[in-house]
């Protein structure tokens, strides 16, 4: 039998390595939005805010190369919100690997005696991430020097990232191009401006898009932005300079990253 401090989780979590995850909640609110047709009934439903369903969604379609829901517009009620072809093959995924993690869990608590010093080993070999942003995307460009390298990489059909990063690293990686990789960017790290705003950077990345939502806070303000794709970028930003460029939802806005403030991982 196993000791009774030790625990062996018994709902599936998938986990990237770089902190996106994939739970049975939001297989749950892919399936709400699915029945329900919007994301506020999905969330009522589900009995959780708007605002967690909307960053759940978020963190998901920025790690998916296709939205997992879209919006439906007109009819006499107004537009829908859609589970995509890609929505439901997740779900499918999901569903199909928990089956087969419970009747791991069942067999591994009636088999083995003392599990704990297995599971704190497993643990060490995950890591999370504060990171705000996280992007999947393919490298399109490699451009190589004798101590670091350029990397770009398409996060979707219109925006590009690029990082610098050392040489070294690239062989670490085994990046080439083609590659699929993570870019993370923690969202003290970008800079926002107006998009209309004549402004010389040298921030080697510029993504342009809208306001989605601005969380104001006493100090900061937190910033979504949405880009091309159904992606997402989080902006922190003083509650000063919220409020001297005037944003608010659906204000046109261009975030600027310097290339060493992109950090890529690889699976």
């Known amino acids: 039998m196993l000791k009774e401090d030790t625990y062996?989780?018994?709902?599936?979590?998938?986990?990237?390595?770089?902190?996106?995850?994939?739970?049975a909640k939001r297989?749950?609110?892919?399936?709400?939005?699915?029945?329900?047709?919007?994301?506020?009934?999905?969330?009522?439903?589900?009995?959780i805010s708007y605002r967690s369903a909307w960053?759940?969604?978020?963190?998901?379609?920025?790690?998916?190369e296709s939205p997992l829901v879209a919006k439906q517009q007109g009819g006499k009620h107004g537009g829908k919100t859609l589970l995509t072809q890609e929505g439901q093959k997740l779900i499918d995924a999901f569903k199909a690997v928990e089956?087969?993690?419970?009747?791991?869990?069942?067999?591994?608590?009636?088999?083995?005696?003392?599990?704990?010093?297995?599971?704190?080993?497993?643990?060490?070999?995950?890591?999370?991430?504060?990171?705000?942003?996280?992007?999947?995307?393919?490298?399109?460009?490699i451009n190589s020097g004798p101590v670091n390298t350029e990397i770009t990489l398409a996060i979707n059909e219109t925006?590009?990232?690029?990082?610098?990063?050392?040489?070294?690293?690239?062989?670490?990686?085994?990046l080439s191009l083609g590659s699929d990789?993570?870019?993370?960017?923690?969202?003290?790290?970008?800079?926002?401006?107006?998009?209309?705003?004549?402004?010389?950077?040298?921030?080697?990345?510029?993504?342009?898009g809208t306001i989605r939502e601005l969380r104001h806070g006493p100090i900061n303000s937190e910033a979504i932005v949405a880009l091309d794709g159904d992606k997402t970028l989080t902006a922190i930003i003083t509650e000063e300079s919220a409020k001297e460029m005037q944003l608010e939802p659906g204000s046109p806005v261009c975030a600027l990253i310097k290339a060493s403030h992109v950090i890529l991982g690889v699976h």
């Open 181 to 208: 990789v993570y870019a993370l960017i923690k969202a003290s790290f970008v800079i926002l401006i107006p998009a209309d705003a004549a402004f010389a950077s040298s921030a080697r990345n510029r993504l342009c």
């Open 99 to 141: 089956a087969e993690y419970q009747h791991f869990t069942q067999t591994l608590s009636q088999n083995l005696n003392n599990f704990k010093d297995t599971q704190q080993y497993l643990r060490r070999l995950t890591m999370r991430t504060s990171a705000r942003n996280q992007f999947h995307g393919k490298i399109s460009l």
């Open 55 to 64: 960053d759940a969604l978020n963190e998901m379609n920025n790690l998916w």
């Open 8 to 23: 062996i989780p018994s709902e599936l979590k998938l986990t990237s390595d770089f902190g996106g995850s994939i739970t």
């Open 159 to 174: 925006d590009h990232l690029t990082s610098i990063i050392t040489t070294d690293s690239v062989e670490q990686l085994g």
């Open 27 to 47: 297989i749950a609110l892919l399936e709400a939005i699915c029945s329900q047709g919007s994301i506020s009934a999905a969330a009522k439903k589900l009995n």
